[in-house]
């Protein structure tokens, strides 16, 4: 914020958040620390997350903020598949499961720590605000489960909340349309200098481990090389493109033949912790029906550290 402004006095710690009566004192102290003038003191997004969650499945909390049952039933199917969800609610173990085959994507914002460091952190949290509720309402309509979000990266999973012998081409239409409507997300909507976002993606495929981790915070986790691989191909990718893994590629292909078009060979390159890999990028697909290119980046190999 500019010196004098609301958001500056926050910052220099000479306005204060009032709490309301209403509101959880949970809430009202992760709040309080959001607005902590020193950075080091205020919530990560895993923190946030982690404190969400718990209170979503504290049954004497959800009993006094939520009397509605239905109301609390649905916000926890919301962030866990139904089947956990109902287990949980009912007080059952929620035992780890076996998945043959699954489609894991990731994206990361190009850029992030820059975007951090020279806007305030209320700006960023509305930019990721305005980015993620447009990936979550796509991935809704796609029917891809949102495992979360940490920080700027988003994670999804498709073929393993439900049967879906599609699940590699459902990831791959919600990858380009993710690429397509986060270029017309502005940065910030004060300044349309700072441009718009972009994302890089990256999918794979493969089986997975799935279980409810922890008592205290529950969290539904993915275990297995498979997780480690697409976090990979969207580390490798660039900016506005779409990376695959070859097993990727081959789903693809099995699953969606009409897409062959639009898979292009990146080549074999060094992909970190895995060795040289060939690997692939998925192009968008035009308006029009041709191709459309939405790289405006060039930079090879793995993101850069602080981004």
């Known amino acids: 914020g500019r010196p004098g402004s609301v958001a500056g006095s926050c910052r220099d710690g000479e306005i204060g958040l009032d709490e309301s009566p209403s509101t959880p004192p949970q809430i009202n102290e992760l709040l309080g620390r959001a607005w902590s003038p020193a950075p080091a003191d205020r919530p990560t997004m895993r923190e946030v997350s982690a404190t969400l969650l718990s209170l979503l499945a504290d049954e004497a909390f959800l009993r006094k ?30 035992t780890p499961e076996s998945y043959d085959e699954v489609t894991i994507f990731f994206s990361d914002i190009v850029g992030f720590t820059t975007i951090a460091a020279v806007l305030s952190p209320q700006k960023v949290m509305r930019m990721l605000d305005r980015l993620y509720a447009r990936m979550d ?34 990831v791959a239409i919600f990858a380009m349309e993710a690429v397509r409507l986060a270029r017309t997300v502005p940065v910030d909507v004060e300044d349309p200098s700072r441009g718009h976002v972009r994302i890089r993606c990256g999918f794979h495929v493969g089986p997975v481990v799935a279980s409810v981790v922890g008592d205290l915070n529950p969290r539904w986790c993915l275990f297995g090389d498979t997780v480690n691989m697409a976090s990979r191909m969207e580390s490798h990718s660039q900016p506005n493109r779409i990376h695959l893994s070859m097993q990727a590629k081959e789903a693809l292909m099995r699953q969606a033949p009409e897409m062959a078009g ?27 029906g041709g191709e459309e290119n939405l790289s405006d980046d060039e930079g090879k190999g793995e993101r850069d550290s602080d981004e």
Not at 67 to 80: F, K, S, T, V
Not at 263 to 283: D, E, H, N
């Open 65 to 94: 903020y939520s009397p509605n049952a239905d109301q609390r039933q649905e916000l926890l199917y919301q962030i866990l598949p139904k089947r956990v969800a109902d287990k949980l609610a009912a007080g059952e173990k929620v």
């Open 137 to 170: 309402r796509l991935a809704s309509d796609l029917r891809i489960f949102k495992v979360e979000t940490i920080g700027d990266a988003w994670m999804g999973v498709a073929g393993l909340t439900e049967q879906q012998t599609d699940h590699t081409k459902r």
């Open 262 to 288: 639009l898979i292009k060979p990146r080549g074999s390159i060094r992909i970190k912790g895995k060795g040289t890999l060939c690997t692939f990028f998925l192009v968008a697909r035009a308006r029009d």
